[in-house]
């Protein structure tokens, strides 16, 4: 039998050493390739949800499109340029004279809220009193102004009757405030 103490020392570290090394480096390889497979795994899980959403994410693609072009065919640039071109389309179309309508210029600079922290820009129109209009008229032209626009809405409505004699007659005057509200970009 050999005895182990007639062995040098030099020897035995060197023995040491390589066999800690060896247990070192297997269990970072056994760790590297855990890491590597269960990050495999979490992919193959996103690439499955991805899959099955991906008909849902085109359809919403397409529907955002949609809403794309009617901001883009609803030429609300028009409506912010020149008003009266834009508002006095939709009041024809309803039927409504041009003298029972008049539109002051939109409001410079618009109007800061700051518990809702948005601004809101404004204009208003004047239902002339002298030419009044049936209130379901002055109702399908805020109707119409709103679905002619995505972001224009009727703020304000006040009508009130232009003869206050005669309450067989259907004529209303009054004004609405329409505009729209942007975030504060800061």
Not at 110 to 118: I, N
Request: with cysteine.
């Amino acid at each position: 039998m050999k005895d182990e103490a007639a062995r040098p020392q030099s020897e035995m570290d060197v023995l040491k050493f390589y066999i800690w090394l060896m247990v070192v480096m297997t269990v970072a390889i056994a760790g590297f390739s855990w890491y590597v497979w269960s990050d495999v795994e979490a992919k193959r899980k996103n690439l499955q949800q991805g899959t099955a959403w991906m008909k849902d994410l085109s359809q919403q693609g397409s529907e955002i499109q949609a809403m794309l072009a009617v901001h883009k065919n609803n030429k609300e640039d028009i409506a912010r340029d020149s008003p009266q071109t834009w508002f006095s389309n939709i009041w024809r179309r309803r039927g409504i004279n041009d003298a029972s309508v008049t539109i002051s210029p939109w409001k410079i600079p618009p109007t800061f809220h700051a518990r809702g922290k948005y601004y809101e820009e404004q204009i208003e129109l004047k239902f002339n009193p002298k030419a009044p209009l049936p209130r379901l008229s002055i109702l399908e032209f805020c109707y119409w102004v709103e679905k002619s626009s995505t972001r224009q809405r009727v703020i304000e409505l006040d009508v009130r009757r232009a003869d206050k004699e005669n309450y067989d007659l259907d004529g209303w005057a009054g004004g609405v405030t329409i505009g729209y509200r942007h975030a504060r970009n800061d």
